[in-house]
């Protein structure tokens, strides 16, 4: 991904990265869940090569245990190899199909040895998706309502979950944290979503680190506290999943942020396009600064429902959530206004 330039107030706005959750540990979650479980699931990771409900099968490649310097956990951990090969759960053509996943490329799925996620409170994973940036690992989620997802991932990180305090709590209700290199294309909701291309560090040296906190006993996917920092690149893509030149933004750069206070309930206007959960975010600010040496300090108020950018200690701008939906679609998706 190109480095971004910070040329106004406006284009931090619209790249700054709101909530990190959904796009670094929640998806690692959700991705550990569906494919090797965690949380109140058993261990489900495959251990022989297996043939896949509606097509394709999934290739067992090994299992070894392996040091892999996990900053959560200092022991050895029981990684399962596999490689998806065309691997289908689920026809949207049967009568009775509501949904159909497909799957494809290897994957490395480590928990300590001899650990338990089922009975753990406190429970340590790691994941590599992909070979490399040119063979990653795909999802393709498609229903019948139109709806869907692709992701196409190489992905490089350390998980590690906390129960709550609820007697059936999961992981990573009560908070956690990660360590992750992940260069992803996302597209979601059908022919009238989106797509963007996510970069979250600059390698296996250099990932992107981000801790979570639940606030009440309220679970922390929906109420928390999020700090993180490190390198976040955004770049939006058009219907065919092209990058888009011109006036949209995008780019790479460092962030930081010492607290976001991010609160689901607050709901989400389904007609703003903005990214990282920005509705949702009570309160909290962050530190940009892209390559050339541009800074901007960003502070969301979610009582105002606002977000104010302040250029290289210049004068600070404001932006509504409207202004700012308004900005991405006329920079971004014109044919949308």
């Known amino acids: 991904m190109p480095v971004a330039t910070f040329d106004s107030a406006e284009t931090v706005a619209l790249l700054a990265p709101g ?15 569906l494919f090797g479980a965690l949380g109140n699931a058993e261990d489900s990771r495959v251990l022989s090569t297996q043939a896949c409900s509606d097509g394709g099968q999934v290739v067992f490649l090994g299992r070894r245990d392996e040091d892999l310097h996990s900053p959560y956990n200092g022991g050895l951990f ?9 691997c289908q759960e689920g026809d949207l053509t049967s009568p009775s199909g509501f949904a159909e996943t497909n799957t494809e490329g290897e994957r490395r799925i480590g928990y300590p040895v001899n650990a338990d996620p089922v009975k753990a409170d406190v429970f340590a994973a790691y994941e590599l998706s992909g070979v490399s940036l040119e063979e990653p690992f795909s999802v393709t989620l498609r229903t019948e309502s139109g709806s869907g997802l692709e992701w ?8 590690e979950l906390r129960r709550g305090v609820g007697q059936d709590s999961l992981l990573g209700d009560g908070g956690g944290a990660t360590r992750l290199y992940q260069v992803s294309r996302i597209r979601s909701g059908g022919n009238d979503g989106i797509g963007y291309d996510l970069q979250t560090g600059t390698g296996a040296d250099d990932r992107f680190e981000m801790s979570f906190q639940a606030i009440t006993d309220r679970p922390a996917s929906e109420y928390r506290e999020e700090r993180y920092s490190g390198v976040f690149g955004l770049r939006f893509l058009d219907g065919d999943g092209q990058s888009i030149d011109g006036a949209c933004p995008a780019g790479r750069y460092r962030v930081s942020t010492d607290g976001l206070t991010v609160d689901l309930a607050r709901g989400e206007n389904a007609e703003f396009l903005l990214f990282g959960d920005t509705q949702s975010i009570v309160s909290g600010a962050l530190t940009m600064e892209d390559e050339a040496g541009n800074t901007a300090q960003v502070v969301y108020d979610g009582v105002d429902g606002s977000v104010t950018v302040t250029l ?3 004068v600070a701008e404001s932006f509504t959530y409207q202004a700012l939906n308004d900005a991405l679609l006329a920079r971004c998706y014109s044919a949308r206004r």
């Open 19 to 33: 909530s990190v959750y959904g796009s670094t540990v929640g998806m690692s979650a959700a991705g550990l869940s």
């Open 152 to 159: 196409s991932r190489y992905w490089d990180g350390h998980v």
């Open 78 to 86: 029981d990684v399962v190899t596999t490689d998806d090969r065309n």
């Open 312 to 314: 290289n200690q210049g």
